[in-house]
């Protein structure tokens, strides 16, 4: 048996399984604290013989296998996170652990199992509570330096909306994240019509993230998955948007082959945290 942590910053999602796709139990807890969301998680998996532990979580943190800090959360990301080791507390499940970020093990659920399955150059994007983005090169992240942090690059903001990433403001996940949507337009974005104009807006500036995934990743697919894009209506806006925007520059082949669904809906990052331990 496996088992997998998915890390949000605002649901934790707990699984043990005999493959990824084959789940024998599952828990969804909320990520309060790590002093009482920690003990939650080691207590669920007490019960199982694990042999080995796939974690996909929020960041930044060390993802460098060879660092005495391997698993630091390092920056304020999620309040009083800062500081926590992962991987030190994990391994009191089980000390065979393989940890990334949340967005990067979303990305490998989707390479191996779903809609990402035969790229060469994917891109998993989660907008929900935050804006994250995985990039896989055959198959493998896209780590860098530390890690990629695409949903805090710049885009053009223009309404010069204030934004509300915690660090930056009006970065991409500060503009067009769902808290954004809702300090925008005063109401929660699950509360919004279909025909609401924030639709019209959201698309845009996710449109204008995306148009610099392809400038610089130049990927065969993207994934928009996340609790915003649970409204399908945006995959054609921000279709309609990226073609407009990008202006045939380069070709980007059947738009609707390029910009797609989840194939494994809102399972994508406990697949693929699972899949870590494999
Ligand atoms: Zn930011």
Request: charged content about 15%; some cysteine.
């Amino acid at each position: 048996m496996i088992g997998g942590i998915e890390l949000g910053g605002t649901k934790c999602v707990l699984a043990v399984a005999n493959n990824p796709l084959d789940i024998i139990e599952k828990r969804i807890i909320p990520t309060k604290d790590p002093y009482s969301t920690i003990p939650e998680i080691v207590s669920f998996f007490s019960n199982f013989n694990i042999s080995k532990l796939g974690v996909g979580s929020f960041g930044p943190l060390v993802l460098n296998s060879a660092s005495a800090d391997y698993g630091l959360l390092i920056t304020e990301s999620k309040k009083n996170w800062k500081g926590t080791n992962l991987v030190k507390e994990f391994s009191k499940i089980n000390e065979e652990i393989a940890i990334d970020t949340d967005v990067n093990a979303a990305a490998l659920g989707e390479y191996h199992y779903g809609a990402g399955q035969s790229s060469e150059t994917f891109v998993y994007v989660t907008v929900g509570t935050g804006i994250g983005a995985g990039v896989l090169v055959k198959g493998e992240p896209h780590i860098g330096n530390f890690h990629l942090e695409i949903g805090h690059m710049l885009i053009p903001n223009v309404d010069n909306f204030r934004g509300v990433c915690r660090i930056h403001g009006n970065c991409f996940e500060g503009l067009a994240s769902g808290p954004a949507i809702q300090a925008r337009w005063g109401v929660e974005a699950s509360e919004l019509s279909i025909n609401h104009e924030a639709w019209k807006k959201e698309a845009q500036l996710l449109s204008f993230g995306i148009v610099n995934i392809i400038s610089n990743h130049s990927p065969d697919k993207i994934v928009l998955g996340g609790g915003v894009m649970n409204q399908k209506h945006l995959f054609e806006l921000i279709r309609l948007n990226v073609e407009d925007i990008w202006k045939g520059y380069t070709p980007l082949g059947n738009i609707s082959n390029l910009i797609l669904e989840p194939a494994l809906g809102n399972n994508s990052g406990i697949v693929g945290s699972l899949s870590l331990a494999l």
